[in-house]
């Protein structure tokens, strides 16, 4: 377990990335307080793992999923979403995307305070027009531990809960991506360790891709991998990581600053 | 500067929007309080202008007692009078006709007619007539008139040299110089004189020395113009005063409005920051220091709104008289009432702060611990607590308590000498109990009235059962927004339930007292020649010629007259409506009695009474009793076989006829038809009762006119709110929009989501408005003792709920847009 320099292949070459940035710059304003976000990143997510992107505060981190999940739209480069070129795309191919191809968790504000548990679940498939498959909804339900809580308001439910629930309705559309924001960033360890679990079992049973930002080199070593991130670039990455590797990384990244 | 003030009002300029929204609702409340104190200026000066007989040049009016003509040459030679113009109207027989002949100077500030054409008359035996003169009595300029003053005095020939025009037309009136006028009577008394003073004239002096030169035992009292004027307009708008009081209640309903749409914005705003008050709690600010932060912040609004919507109802208020005046209508200017101004910024400060209380003790009242929960989580509680209740059932007790109190204190119908200021006053108070108890209780309500208007919304998928949901899951802010809507939509259900039954009261009234377009009668009561009727009816210029009986009857104590004209007999007469009984079956022995003649007399439909007339008496049974008056307001409707009974003559007393056709022109041929039947006989006499008609109307007009305009502000607000409001929760709202987008929500989606939203509330809002507002206005209508009937204009009230519910739907239009365009990510990043 090294740190490699950061895979400069391209990222769709057998066809295995779920999603990829190819030469993705992000600039925000313009003039002399122009800041570049993202500075011209390369990266490949593989189909079923679990990657974990990390970095110092102000790295780009939360730019770069952004542009990766269609939320924003990148000032030069590519975002490749399986065998689709998501820049230059009209709002309207981008929203059926986040409606029917990639799921979200955020850091919070992840519900809508009107909908139950259950609605807030199914929101995206409704969006669609589609019907849950019951026994996924029934499966997810179980292992999240909602069971009981499904006709609750977010408002009634504690932190970690919505968290799990923001993740049940992430998963229920099977979406071929999941980000995830520093989810567990607001939550107890416990909590935080029961919603890692989760989407490691994600990946493992269901062989959903997800990645995730986080800050914690503790959840980052839930991953398959950790890809690291410095003033907008691609800083390095770490296979199969173990929280002193990853420690030893970030210390490494911020001495280097 | 204390910190926490410094912070809010950093807040406030970093997003001018969401003040500017707050403060809309004060500057239009500020707007429409300041443009009523313009319309009521209007009004006012327009009233004065119109209806005051005293022209505005006067000064001073030499009155009620005796002044001679050599009073009035030494009047003018008091020093300071610049023009003294004495008044005489003198009633005469011109040929068969009543001729008003009445002095003017002709020319200068005191003359009270334009010229039209021809001149005025200058030399003796010339006369000016009015253009409607013109027409009635065929006096063309140029034609001569034989005029009588009375029976003593030898008649006296005079030439038409011109036609003026008069303040008001009546088509009997021709003016002249005083010295023609004060020709055809032989005593040398003057009604009045009116006086304009030279410029820089000390008043007090020349009213004394006009005072000395009338000085003796009948001595005339010397007023000044300005009171003699207000006294007439006074006496002219006296009759329509009750109406004026309706209008009045709806003004003072406006700014009840404007105060409850401006807390319930601030509890918006307030909610929206809930998490920065914590924030700010939680690093140690005190309460008390957030409470007068939050005032101070209502205060700045209140001034800067204040100003603005004056400067904007000044700005209005003086386009009136020229956009009137390029439609053809003369209005007064409403001037510069500056201390109105100041009082008007006053109020709008003195509301914005009240309004402002509340919530901002509510909102300072914020535990430190909201600034770690979602502001999502506290924007979304719907349920309410347990002394919310109390205070919404205390409130709902104290509306209906007033409710209660104004129906003991109803008056009587047709009371005389009735003030309705207080019952008005009460049922406004007991409104405002009732919107403070809806504000109150209202997340409760809205969930029912939700339920229902959301059922069909829900059907058409996620998007409409997001919008519901949006709505009922957030109960309290769909209940503050909800809750200005229905002010506005019980205002204008006020309106047309209380103007619909005003309708109905006039055209009752009308048809009363003129159910055809002419009156032909015999002067003396001794009956038409027999051949009259089908004359008139074979003229081709007439038609319903109908003859009628009517004479004096006394019944259980009752001194009324009787008609044979039977209910049927002209279709204006179907206005005429009944309160109980029925007209089916009617015919010898029964009657149709007027309302008050069953109240006196104390009958009921079913009973049998004796009438009795010149010592004859019949028996008749009460077969139905009007809502109002009687056909040519007579009390008692009776058959022909009975009136002849009763000692009435075979001879008509007179006959009525309608027109031909509509139009002046066929009303011209119908009076000269009826004027050929009588051959100038001066025994008869036709009223063109359609003129009557048409200046009650003209008068109804006027006011509904004004009353529409000043609601038309009360409007205006309440929609306003709306607007502000549904901005307000839009953008309060623009996470869960993120969000919304974020797991694919399409833009056009959330755009159909929130205006769908909006509109729900204009549903929930207008449904609430209608169920407070016609109970309401039929209370008011009471109230003013008009003898109106409780009206319900359906079509109309379903079309204020499909405009509201449109206009609410309009108002999330734009925010809705906003909302929808802005990046996901943006979205949920804004705090
Ligand atoms: N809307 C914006 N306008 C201007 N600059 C922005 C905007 N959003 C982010 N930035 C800048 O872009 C850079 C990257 O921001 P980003 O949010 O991606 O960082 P991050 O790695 O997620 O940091 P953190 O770990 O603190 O969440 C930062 O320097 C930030 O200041
Ligand atoms: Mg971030």
């Known amino acids: 377990m090294h740190i490699r320099p950061a895979s400069t292949t391209a990222p769709d070459r057998d066809g295995l990335a779920a999603v990829a940035a190819v030469d993705l710059v992000k600039v925000y304003g313009a003039g002399d307080t122009a800041v570049r976000a993202l500075d011209g990143v390369t990266v490949g997510f593989d189909r079923g793992r679990f990657t974990a992107i990390m970095g110092p505060s102000g790295s780009g981190k939360s730019t770069l999923m952004h542009c990766l999940a269609g939320l924003d739209t990148a000032t030069s480069g590519r975002v490749m979403l399986g065998g689709t070129d998501l820049t230059a795309q009209p709002d309207r191919v981008l929203t059926k995307a986040r409606r029917e191809r990639i799921g979200f968790v955020f850091q919070s504000f992840n519900l809508l305070p009107q909908l139950t548990a259950a609605d807030n679940i199914t929101l995206p498939l409704d969006l669609a027009g589609r019907k849950a498959d019951p026994a996924l909804f029934d499966r997810l339900v179980t292992t999240l531990g909602l069971a009981g809580r499904l006709t609750h308001r977010p408002s009634e439910l504690s932190g970690g809960q919505q968290q799990r629930v923001a993740l049940a309705r992430a998963l229920v559309s099977r979406p071929e991506v999941l980000f995830a924001d520093e989810p567990t960033g607001n939550l107890d360890s416990r909590s935080g360790a029961e919603v890692l679990t989760l989407l490691r079992e994600a990946t493992r049973d269901l062989g959903q891709t997800v990645v995730m930002v986080t800050h914690d080199a503790g959840a980052a070593a839930y991953a398959d991998r950790v890809v690291l991130l410095a003033d907008g670039r691609l800083a390095g990455e770490i296979h199969q990581p173990d929280i002193a590797a990853v420690t030893e990384a970030l210390q490494a990244l911020a001495a280097g600053r | ?831």
């Open chain 2, 1 to 831: 500067m204390n910190p926490v003030l410094r912070t809010q009002l950093s807040g406030v300029s970093r997003r001018p929007a969401r003040l500017l929204l707050t403060g809309l609702a004060v500057l239009v409340a500020s707007f429409v309080v300041y443009a009523t104190v313009l319309a009521q200026q209007i009004t006012e000066r327009s009233l004065l202008n119109g209806l005051s007989g005293t022209p505005e040049a006067t000064d001073l009016v030499v009155r009620e007692g005796t002044v001679t003509g050599a009073q009035l040459a030494r009047i003018a030679a008091v020093p300071g009078v610049a023009e003294a113009a004495g008044r005489l109207e003198v009633g005469v027989q011109a040929g068969a006709e009543y001729l008003t002949v009445a002095a003017d100077p002709g020319t200068g500030p005191l003359s009270m007619v334009a010229p039209v054409s021809g001149r005025y008359p200058a030399a003796a035996g010339e006369l000016a007539v009015t253009p409607r003169t013109v027409q009635r009595l065929g006096l063309t300029t140029g034609s001569e008139v034989e005029l009588r003053a009375g029976d003593e005095t030898p008649p006296v020939t005079a030439r038409i040299v011109g036609v003026v025009e008069p303040p008001s037309d009546y088509g009997d009136t021709a003016y002249a110089p005083l010295g023609t006028v004060s020709a055809l009577v032989t005593e040398d008394v003057l009604q009045r004189v009116e006086i304009r003073l030279d410029a820089g004239a000390d008043a007090t002096a020349v009213r004394e020395g006009i005072a000395a030169v009338v000085a003796g035992p009948e001595a005339p009292e010397v007023a000044t113009g300005a009171d003699v004027r207000l006294e007439e307009a006074q006496a002219m708008v006296g009759e329509i005063n009750q109406m004026f009081a309706v209008v009045g209640m709806f003004v003072a309903v406006a700014v009840a409005a404007a105060g409850l749409i401006a807390a319930s914005t601030f509890r918006i705003v307030f909610a929206q920051r809930m998490r920065q008050l914590a924030l700010l709690r939680a690093v140690g600010a005190g309460r008390s220091a957030l409470v007068r932060a939050l005032v101070v912040e209502g205060l700045l609004t209140g001034v800067v709104a204040g100003l603005t919507g004056v400067l904007a109802a000044l700005a209005v208020g003086h386009t009136v008289r020229p956009a009137a005046g390029a439609l053809g209508v003369d209005v007064a200017s409403p001037g510069f009432p500056l201390a109105a101004a100041a009082a008007t910024v006053a109020l709008a400060v003195l509301i914005t702060v009240l309004a402002v209380l509340a919530p901002a003790f509510s909102a300072a009242r914020v535990s430190p611990l909201e600034a770690l929960r979602t502001a999502a989580t506290t924007g979304a509680r719907t349920g309410i607590g347990g002394g919310r209740r109390l205070f919404g059932l205390l409130f709902t007790a104290a509306a209906l308590g007033g409710v209660a109190v104004v129906l003991a204190a109803l008056p009587e119908p047709d009371a005389q000498d009735f003030d309705p200021s207080p019952l008005l006053l009460g049922i406004v108070a007991s409104g405002a109990c009732a919107y403070i108890a809806l504000i109150a209780l209202g997340p409760v309500l809205v969930r029912p009235v939700l339920v229902v208007a959301g059922w069909p919304l829900r059907r058409l998928g996620p998007v409409g059962r997001l919008a519901v949901g949006g709505v009922g899951g957030s109960a309290r802010r769909a209940a503050a927004v909800s809750v200005v809507v229905a002010l506005g939509v019980t205002l204008i259900a006020g309106t047309l339930v209380g103007g619909a039954s005003v309708q109905v009261l006039a055209e009752r009234e009308l048809a009363a007292s003129a159910p055809a377009d002419f009156e032909l009668s015999a002067s003396d009561g001794t009956g038409l020649p027999p051949g009259y009727a089908g004359r008139a009816a074979a003229s081709g210029a007439l038609t319903r010629v109908t003859p009628y009986r009517r004479i004096d009857t006394t019944v259980g104590g009752v001194e009324t007259a009787a008609t044979d004209l039977a209910l049927t007999a002209l279709p204006r007469l179907a206005d005429l409506d009944l309160a109980a009984g029925t007209t089916d079956g009617f015919g010898p022995g029964r009657t149709v009695i007027a309302r008050y003649v069953a109240d006196l007399a104390n009958l009921r439909v079913g009973d049998t009474t004796a009438v009795t007339a010149g010592g004859r008496t019949v028996r008749l049974t009460v077969s139905g009793i009007l809502s109002d008056m009687g056909p040519l307001h007579s009390g008692l409707v009776v058959d022909g076989s009975d009136l002849t009974g009763l000692g009435a003559k075979a001879a008509p007393t007179g006959l009525l006829a309608d027109a031909s056709a509509d139009g002046e022109q066929a009303r011209t041929a119908g009076l000269h038809a009826l004027r050929d039947l009588t051959a100038g006989d001066p025994r008869y006499g036709v009223a063109v009762l359609a003129d009557q008609r048409d200046q009650l109307r003209g008068n109804l007009t006027v006011v509904l006119a004004i009353a529409i305009a000043l609601i038309g502000l009360t409007v205006l607000i309440a929609v306003v709110g709306v607007g502000a409001t549904t901005a307000l929760s839009v953008v309060e709202r623009v996470r869960e929009s993120g969000l919304l987008r974020a797991v694919g929500m399409s833009r056009g989606g959330l755009r159909t989501m929130l205006t769908t939203e909006s509109a729900l509330y204009g549903v929930v809002g207008a449904a609430l408005g209608i169920a407070l507002g016609v109970p309401y206005a039929w209370l008011a209508v009471r109230a003013t003792g008009l003898n109106a009937p409780l009206t319900v204009p359906g079509w109309q009230l379903a079309a204020v709920f499909a405009a509201l519910v449109a206009l609410t739907a309009l108002a999330g239009v734009m925010p809705a847009r906003r909302a929808a365009r802005v990046s996901p990510v943006t979205a949920l990043t804004t705090d």
